[in-house]
């Protein structure tokens, strides 16, 4: 069936004009209408514009043009600008908006010919580790639609993982793509800081946000990202540094890979998910690679220096909402004030006011010393750990989450408890490290992820490593029941 | 160290949020465990180490020649405008 297809075998049929790409819009997009409302993964669907695209892509291939991308559907999370469409970022501060703009990424996919049907689900201007943040309710996953997906990419991995769409697009700034893909059993990428632009994509945490995919496999995801990342002068933490043929590189030579199996993630984590972890090592070594013990001492203060730069760096991009040029505006303001504060109080939700708050306080006279201060020191010293980890090892493995898919509901009034989910993922995001999280089994019938971080622009590395693994395990072909 | 509900006031007055007399509880005791929490930071030992405001070493904000290279889009952009005229964002009386 068209939907269980590697994107490699799409694109041959494509190419080979056994399929065109209006058959496989119209095949993604009855599977969204008949699987999307058990879900809540998809909150804008843009048919008709979808259909436009596939007929022009039809025409591309039509006229001997051939690229990876050329005719493939696709769903962006709602957090990337798209011109003339809504753009919501989950919150109702932004239902009204719509964007004058294509943000970068979208116009690099639109410019491959892949097909946008839609935008996906998101926790509220990507807070969340849950997908329950949002204004227009939470995600269910696909595997138990009484868990959650993850977030805050929620909507995406979801779609993905009921393969709603070939690929989808996330964003990740402490976790946000990797967990929700662990989470439902998909392939996940968080490229390098500064890899793939940030222009257009709305600001949550601006030294940490970056945008990747999600995918059926590490195969598909390098086709992506080759698209996706490249240097864009409309960013200004944008590298310029040349875009390796991440899908030429896949199968580079696993022997000898060095891998670091980091003492901090096994510490406390549940015997099953540590039991697949340390399967998938046991893969990697019947492959040729050799696994080193490496220790991050102050990997412990990840979460807690993240939960004052990530609020920090928050409260300062959203204040750009204000109920002025865009987004909602409270009724009868009685003065600019009032304005403000309507708006943003009525328009906000409580996740993203906490983090407003909490990163208001952080800044405050009096404080910031004793706070984002102090984390940025400590941002230092995490980052230096894994630098000195990389001298010794090639890349890291370890876990994705600390436990699989949680039921609905059972977090989400303890912030603190919600937090400690990114204790493995956030570290990569303060270090500005690419980071990769690929299927790695079961546990009670929900997926597990197995995550590998590697050093600054080592994605080539990563995906290969991954696409080895599933070259030798099925883990990442596996689909829901109801969605297969 | 918790937060005290003035403390949350204070905050919410400098953030902008109007937070009702419902939800003010809440905030204060999500916001109490929260700065409880982040609070575990003051037992590391930082005083040799540079704050890192940025993940990338060497990154130096790139600067252009100062051309105008934008064009004039403003209708397309205010059509989100809450209210606009004359091209202007209108807001409730600033200057008294």
Redesign the interface.
């Known amino acids: 069936m068209l939907h269980t297809l590697s994107m490699g075998e799409l694109a041959r049929r494509l190419a080979a004009r056994e399929i065109s790409s209006v058959e496989l819009t119209r095949h993604f997009l009855a599977r969204i209408e008949r699987l999307n409302p058990s879900l809540n993964a998809v909150i804008t669907l843009t048919a008709d514009q979808a259909l436009e695209a596939a007929r022009e892509a039809d025409r591309r291939l039509a006229g001997g043009e051939r690229g990876r991308l050329l005719g493939i559907p696709l769903i962006h999370k709602d957090i990337f600008c798209t011109d003339g469409v809504r753009t919501s970022c989950g919150s109702r501060m932004l239902d009204n908006f719509i964007s004058p703009y294509d943000a970068t990424i979208v116009g690099k996919l639109k410019a491959a010919g892949a097909v946008m049907l839609g935008k996906s689900n998101m926790d509220e201007f990507a807070m969340g580790s849950s997908n329950e943040t949002s204004y227009y309710g939470p995600v269910k996953n696909p595997w138990d639609t009484t868990k959650v997906p993850g977030g805050s990419s929620g909507g995406s991995a979801a779609a993905s993982a009921a393969r709603l769409a070939p690929f989808t697009t996330g964003t990740d700034t402490g976790g946000s793509i990797r967990q929700p893909a662990a989470l439902t059993g998909v392939t996940g990428v968080k490229p390098t800081y500064g890899r793939v632009s940030r222009y257009g994509m709305i600001a949550f945490a601006s030294s940490l946000d970056q945008a990747g995919v999600l995918a059926r496999s590490a195969e598909d995801a390098a086709a992506v990202l080759e698209v996706m990342a490249g240097f864009d002068p409309k960013d200004s933490t944008s590298v310029d540094a040349p875009v390796p043929d991440y899908p030429a590189m896949l199968d580079a030579p696993l022997k000898g890979l060095k891998i670091g199996l980091l003492r901090e993630f096994f510490d406390g984590l549940e015997s099953r998910n540590a039991a697949l972890i340390r399967d998938a090592l046991k893969v990697y070594t019947s492959m040729g690679a050799e696994t080193v013990e490496v220790s991050l001492p102050h990997l412990p203060l990840s979460v807690p220096t993240y939960y004052v730069v990530a609020p920090a760096e928050c409260s300062s991009n959203l204040s750009r909402f204000d109920g002025v040029r865009f987004g909602y505006r409270c009724e009868q303001p009685k003065d600019l004030l009032d304005l403000y504060e309507r708006s943003r109080g009525e328009g906000f939700g409580a996740e993203v006011k906490r983090r407003i708050m909490t990163g208001t306080y952080v800044l405050s006279a009096g404080y910031f010393d004793a706070y984002y201060l102090k984390a940025q020191k400590a941002r230092r010293l995490i980052t230096d750990d894994f630098r000195a980890a990389f001298e010794k090892v090639d890349l890291v493995v370890g876990p994705t989450t600390p436990t699989p898919a949680f039921a609905i509901g059972a977090k989400i009034d303890d912030p603190v408890t919600m937090y400690l989910n990114d204790i493995y993922t956030i570290g990569a995001n303060l270090a500005g490290l690419p980071g990769i999280s690929a299927p790695c089994g079961f546990v009670d019938g929900l997926p597990v992820g197995m995550q590998l971080i590697g050093p600054h622009f080592s994605e080539a590395r990563l995906l290969s490593a991954a696409h080895h693994f599933q070259q030798a395990t099925d883990w990442h072909l596996k689909s829901p029941d109801g969605y297969s | 160290m918790s937060?005290t509900r003035q403390?949350?006031e204070k905050?919410?007055r400098?953030?902008?949020?109007?937070?009702?007399d419902a939800?003010m509880p809440?905030?204060v005791t999500?916001?109490s465990?929260?700065?409880d929490?982040?609070?575990?930071?003051?037992r590391?030992q930082?005083d040799d180490?540079?704050?890192?405001?940025?993940?990338?070493e060497g990154?130096r904000?790139?600067l252009?020649a100062d051309l105008v290279t934008a064009t004039d889009?403003h209708e397309?952009?205010?059509?989100?405008?809450?209210?606009v005229q004359a091209g202007l964002?209108v807001?409730?009386?600033?200057i008294e």
């Open positions: 937060l403390d949350v905050i919410a400098l953030a902008r949020l109007s937070i009702t939800e809440v905030y999500s916001l465990s929260i700065v929490f982040v609070d575990e930071l003051s590391v930082t180490v540079e704050p890192m405001a940025h993940p990338l990154q904000q790139r252009r889009h397309k952009y205010q059509a989100n405008a809450p209210r964002y807001v409730p009386r600033v």
